[in-house]
């Protein structure tokens, strides 16, 4: 029988003349499997007092933490210099399943590619998750403001804790990209993971972590170790003109319907030392005659940020 390409084995050596060759001639990008173990874009050096930070992802029933349930949880633990954000190593990991109690429907089954009989019967070791949870400094989610109410749900220690996310604490649209799903974020830098798994997830995000952003040259860590603890101002623009939400949209506000909890307004988030300018932006362009009485503002740390807290 005739062997196919695909069929024979190729050496390391071998692989990465072909990724060269392809490269050189500037019609090919060459996508990377992420390989922790094998990734050379660790310090690995030995210092004085490192922190351990958790790279976690869920993936759950749907999009409720109040009713829906994590049916995947993924966790990677690294070390990490907090003088200079170099990530020295990974330290652990975790992953998963746990049954939601009832079945799974169709939708989570095509997402996640997660099935009922992956899940049956099956538990999370609460023991393991809470030991990593209590050796780290930080928590980071690729949308933080997802995994962390369906974690807290399910472990409330995890809400005694610093949480960041690599999607909004993070200028995408400064470094030119654009979109900010996972997947296609590590495509941008040359890696691909199976997405939608949690534990994939996870390490793609480390994977992300370890890169350097292609405008500004900053290491992605550094970036959000940098911004992670500051204190941010939720400027919610209660009873706005109807009429003005246009105007809201493209200054990047959000409505919140109230469903789940907060006000019921166009609200953004802005540092802290934006919020008077903020203030004065609304006056001017969107409450009649400039009275912004009616504006809340919720100052918000790491502690609360993402989490059912946050209001």
């Not at 793609?204 to 992605?220: D, H, K, R, Y």
Request: charged share 25%; aromatic share 10%; proline share 4%.
């Amino acid at each position: 029988m005739e062997k196919t390409a695909k069929d024979i084995p190729m050496n390391p050596i071998e692989a990465e003349i072909a990724v060269t060759g392809l490269h050189a001639t500037g019609n090919y990008k060459v996508l990377r499997r992420i390989n922790l173990s094998q990734d050379n874009r660790f310090a690995g050096k030995v210092i004085a007092n490192p922190r351990i930070g958790l790279c976690l992802d869920t993936e759950t029933t749907g999009l409720n933490p109040a009713c829906d349930k994590i049916i995947e949880l993924g966790i990677v633990a690294f070390l990490y210099d907090p003088l200079t954000a170099e990530i020295i190593k990974v330290v652990d990991r975790y992953a998963g399943f746990e049954d939601p109690g009832f079945p799974l429907s169709a939708e989570t089954t095509a997402i996640t590619g997660i099935t009922d009989d992956m899940v049956s019967g099956k538990s999370f070791d609460g023991d393991y998750v809470c030991r990593l949870a209590g050796q780290a400094s930080l928590v980071i989610a690729h949308n933080a403001a997802f995994d962390r109410k369906f974690a807290e749900a399910r472990y409330p220690f995890f809400s005694g804790m610093p949480w960041a996310c690599s999607i909004t604490q993070i200028d995408w649209h400064a470094e030119r990209i654009t979109t900010r799903v996972l997947e296609y974020l590590l495509f941008k830098f040359g890696w691909f993971i199976n997405a939608h798994r949690a534990l994939d997830d996870a390490e793609g995000l480390l994977g992300l972590l370890l890169e350097t952003l292609p405008v500004s040259g900053a290491p992605v860590f550094k970036v959000l170790a940098d911004k992670y603890e500051d204190i941010t101002a939720k400027i919610c623009a209660v009873g706005a003109p109807f009429d003005k939400k246009d105007v809201l949209k493209q200054r990047g506000y959000r409505w919140n319907d109230g469903a789940q909890g907060g006000c019921k307004a166009w609200w953004t988030s802005v540092s802290g030392d934006m919020e008077r300018e903020e203030l004065t932006w609304l006056a001017n362009e969107v409450y009649p005659g400039g009275i912004t009485d009616s504006v809340e503002i919720t100052r918000v740390n790491a502690l609360d940020r993402f989490s059912i807290r946050e209001r």
